[in-house]
């Protein structure tokens, strides 16, 4: 989880760190920027995911 001495992911970084395969990778970021999203997070729980946060704050996206 991010502090607040800590910067956001980049969408290469998260999803680097989240170690999904590569095959779907395009299409997801792709999507996320196509939907405003301002910065990513990988989040290392039960199931790990990465948490995009949304410009317009409206909400969060997580990708499993």
Known sequence: ?????ETPDSF???????????DNRAFVERFT?????????????SYRYIRAT???KTGELRIY
């Not at 989880?1 to 001495?5: A, W």
Request: hydrophobic fraction near 30%.
């Open 12 to 22: 290469t970084s998260a999803w680097s760190k989240a170690n999904f395969p590569p």
């Open 1 to 5: 989880m991010t502090t607040s001495d």
């Open 33 to 45: 920027n196509e939907i405003g999203i301002s910065s990513y997070e990988f989040v290392d729980a």
């Open 54 to 56: 949304r410009r317009d």
